[in-house]
Nanobody
Framework: QVQVVESGGGSVQAGGSLRLSCSAS????????MGWYRQAPGKQRELVAG???????NYGDSVKGRFTISRDNARNTVYLQMNSLKPEDTAVYYC???????????????WGQGTQVTVSS
């Protein structure tokens, strides 16, 4: 069994910064693509940022230049550094991981439980 757990959410004023972390645990043989998504009330879940195992990144248009995704393969962890936060960044942020276990089980999508980010004006 594998788990994905996010941490680091909270409340911040506009213009501030937060750093989210997402760790995968369990019998992980390979941690492939990882990504951050967010969902605001009444809206669909959207991609915030993604990163391949080799470190190739992509970002949603609304966060380009403000957010940075990175990963530590030795720790099975991905980070999201969020700067210049805006009230419209308020949402629940979810981590998604693509995982292969030592037993050969492949999970194309394992989601965390989400962490709330609230940005006040």
């Amino acid at each position: 069994q594998v788990q994905v757990v996010e941490s680091g959410g909270g409340s911040v004023q506009a213009g501030g910064s937060l750093r989210l972390s997402c760790s995968a645990s369990g019998s992980i043989f390979n941690l492939h693509n990882m990504g951050w998504y967010r969902q605001a009330p009444g809206k669909q879940r959207e991609l915030v940022a993604g990163i391949t195992r080799d470190g190739v990144t992509n970002y949603g248009d609304s966060v380009k230049g403000r957010f940075t995704i990175s990963r530590d393969n030795a720790r099975n962890t991905v980070y999201l550094q969020m700067n210049s936060l805006k009230p419209e960044d308020t949402a629940v942020y979810y981590c998604k991981a693509e995982i292969t276990t030592y037993s050969g089980t492949y999970y194309p999508e394992r989601w965390g439980q989400g962490t709330q980010v609230t940005v006040s004006s």
